[in-house]
């Protein structure tokens, strides 16, 4: 058996993705941050899943789905933003290898030259792991972000094809 698997996301994922965002520890750092009723997430999900541009996946370990992962090109085909949360009980260590494995992913099987990604300013641990695995600061929107109590930064945050190879190179020969 496979240890760690990136999979499309299906219906029957619905409930389960739905509860990790939900969770407290996620919500916090989403740009909406109510409680997502059921009705609400099945529209979403629909609507994703009619949209050729977007990749809704969930990531596996050891048979387990412990993280979700969404890649939507809105660009061009060959520039995606991404975003993703774990499963508020993945052991340590899970986000690293969601991380590989969608990178995997986006350059590999779906040919993007570049993956971006955002982070709200106070998520110092966001914009580390996004720094981790080889993605540079591009810029921060000041305030941009209003949660219904404070304004807050928006980093933003991109890594090239070529960028990653050099780094996933570079952590193959260690």
């Known amino acids: 058996m496979t240890k760690y698997r990136l ?28 409680e997502i009723g059921f009705d609400e997430h099945r529209k979403w999900f629909a609507g994703a899943r009619r949209n ?6 969930i990531y596996e370990s050891e048979g387990k789905a412990r993280g979700f992962v969404n890649i939507t090109r809105t660009r061009c085909k060959e520039v995606a933003d991404w975003g993703f949360y774990l499963s508020p009980d993945a052991p340590k260590g899970t986000g690293r290898s969601l991380g590989s494995q969608a990178l995997v992913y986006a350059f590999g099987q779906l040919g993007l030259h570049k ?18 695995l080889g993605f540079m600061e591009e810029g921060r929107l000041r305030d941009q972000h209003f949660d219904g109590n404070d304004f807050h930064d928006v980093v933003c945050l991109g890594l090239l ?14």
């Open 52 to 57: 050729p541009a977007v990749d809704l996946m």
């Open 161 to 174: 094809k070529c960028e990653w190879q050099i780094k996933d190179k570079g952590l193959n020969n260690e």
């Open 7 to 34: 999979r499309p996301m299906t219906e029957a994922d619905l409930e389960l993705v739905l509860y990790w965002r939900n969770h407290s520890e996620v919500r916090r750092y989403m740009y909406t941050t109510h």
């Open 115 to 132: 993956v971006c990604g955002q982070a709200l300013g106070f998520n110092e641990r966001s914009i580390a792991f996004h720094k981790a």
